[in-house]
Nanobody
Protein backbone atom coordinates (compact mmCIF):
# COMPACT_ATOMS: atom_id res chain seq x y z
CA UNK A 1 0.00 0.00 0.00
CA UNK A 2 1.31 3.45 -0.91
CA UNK A 3 -0.10 6.89 -0.23
CA UNK A 4 1.86 9.49 -2.15
CA UNK A 5 1.18 13.03 -0.97
CA UNK A 6 2.21 16.05 -2.99
CA UNK A 7 1.47 19.73 -3.48
CA UNK A 8 3.11 21.27 -0.45
CA UNK A 9 5.27 24.34 -0.59
CA UNK A 10 5.64 27.94 0.48
CA UNK A 11 2.62 30.22 0.15
CA UNK A 12 1.81 33.68 1.40
CA UNK A 13 -0.91 34.28 3.95
CA UNK A 14 -4.25 34.61 2.23
CA UNK A 15 -3.14 32.38 -0.60
CA UNK A 16 -4.27 28.93 -1.63
CA UNK A 17 -2.78 25.53 -2.23
CA UNK A 18 -4.06 22.14 -3.32
CA UNK A 19 -2.66 18.95 -1.89
CA UNK A 20 -3.04 15.59 -3.59
CA UNK A 21 -2.70 12.07 -2.28
CA UNK A 22 -2.56 9.20 -4.73
CA UNK A 23 -3.34 5.80 -3.26
CA UNK A 24 -2.27 2.43 -4.58
CA UNK A 25 -2.68 -1.08 -3.25
CA UNK A 26 -6.09 -0.49 -1.71
CA UNK A 27 -9.67 -0.57 -2.97
CA UNK A 28 -10.08 3.16 -2.70
CA UNK A 29 -13.87 3.17 -2.37
CA UNK A 30 -13.68 0.98 0.76
CA UNK A 31 -11.70 3.58 2.67
CA UNK A 32 -12.30 6.82 4.48
CA UNK A 33 -9.61 9.26 3.41
CA UNK A 34 -8.32 11.94 5.71
CA UNK A 35 -5.78 14.70 5.92
CA UNK A 36 -3.92 15.28 9.16
CA UNK A 37 -1.30 17.87 9.97
CA UNK A 38 1.46 18.26 12.47
CA UNK A 39 3.08 21.57 13.32
CA UNK A 40 6.47 21.76 15.07
CA UNK A 41 6.11 20.94 18.75
CA UNK A 42 2.45 19.99 18.40
CA UNK A 43 0.49 16.80 18.17
CA UNK A 44 -0.81 15.54 14.88
CA UNK A 45 -4.36 16.72 14.35
CA UNK A 46 -7.17 15.71 12.05
CA UNK A 47 -7.92 18.33 9.40
CA UNK A 48 -10.57 16.76 7.17
CA UNK A 49 -12.15 13.43 6.32
CA UNK A 50 -14.19 12.14 3.44
CA UNK A 51 -15.90 8.82 4.13
CA UNK A 52 -16.45 6.05 1.64
CA UNK A 53 -20.03 7.28 1.27
CA UNK A 54 -18.83 10.81 0.52
CA UNK A 55 -19.59 12.51 3.82
CA UNK A 56 -17.15 15.25 4.75
CA UNK A 57 -16.00 16.45 8.14
CA UNK A 58 -13.64 19.27 9.01
CA UNK A 59 -11.74 20.58 11.98
CA UNK A 60 -13.27 23.80 13.26
CA UNK A 61 -10.06 25.66 12.47
CA UNK A 62 -10.38 24.99 8.73
CA UNK A 63 -14.14 25.00 8.16
CA UNK A 64 -15.09 27.32 5.35
CA UNK A 65 -11.49 27.53 4.11
CA UNK A 66 -10.51 23.94 3.25
CA UNK A 67 -12.32 21.43 1.05
CA UNK A 68 -11.62 17.74 0.86
CA UNK A 69 -12.60 15.83 -2.26
CA UNK A 70 -11.74 12.62 -4.04
CA UNK A 71 -11.54 11.13 -7.49
CA UNK A 72 -12.36 7.45 -7.15
CA UNK A 73 -11.34 6.70 -10.74
CA UNK A 74 -7.89 8.18 -10.03
CA UNK A 75 -7.61 6.79 -6.47
CA UNK A 76 -6.75 10.29 -5.36
CA UNK A 77 -7.88 12.52 -2.54
CA UNK A 78 -7.40 16.28 -2.57
CA UNK A 79 -7.29 19.04 -0.01
CA UNK A 80 -8.07 22.46 -1.40
CA UNK A 81 -6.80 25.07 1.03
CA UNK A 82 -7.89 28.68 0.72
CA UNK A 83 -7.30 31.81 2.77
CA UNK A 84 -4.25 30.23 4.29
CA UNK A 85 -2.94 31.50 7.61
CA UNK A 86 0.51 31.20 9.18
CA UNK A 87 -0.99 28.82 11.75
CA UNK A 88 -1.77 26.40 8.91
CA UNK A 89 1.96 25.80 8.59
CA UNK A 90 2.57 22.10 9.16
CA UNK A 91 3.46 18.81 7.59
CA UNK A 92 0.28 17.45 6.04
CA UNK A 93 -0.28 13.71 6.02
CA UNK A 94 -2.70 11.62 4.04
CA UNK A 95 -4.45 8.75 5.81
CA UNK A 96 -6.57 5.85 4.59
CA UNK A 97 -8.78 3.98 7.07
CA UNK A 98 -10.81 0.92 6.10
CA UNK A 99 -14.49 1.41 6.71
CA UNK A 100 -16.36 0.75 8.93
CA UNK A 101 -13.90 0.04 11.77
CA UNK A 102 -11.04 2.25 10.70
CA UNK A 103 -8.63 -0.65 10.42
CA UNK A 104 -6.36 -1.27 8.73
CA UNK A 105 -5.08 2.26 8.41
CA UNK A 106 -2.25 3.59 6.26
CA UNK A 107 -0.24 6.81 6.20
CA UNK A 108 1.48 8.77 3.50
CA UNK A 109 4.89 10.35 3.89
CA UNK A 110 3.74 13.93 4.50
CA UNK A 111 4.13 17.13 2.56
CA UNK A 112 5.27 20.42 4.07
CA UNK A 113 3.07 23.50 3.81
CA UNK A 114 4.58 26.75 4.98
CA UNK A 115 2.47 29.90 5.12
CA UNK A 116 4.42 33.14 5.41
CA UNK A 117 2.93 36.22 6.99
Amino acid sequence: VQLQASGGGLVQAGGCRRLSCAASGIIFSFYAMSWYRQAPGKQRELVATITNSGNRNYADSVKGRFTISRDIAQNTVYLEMNTLKPEDTAVYYCNAAREPRGLPTYWGQGTQVTVSS
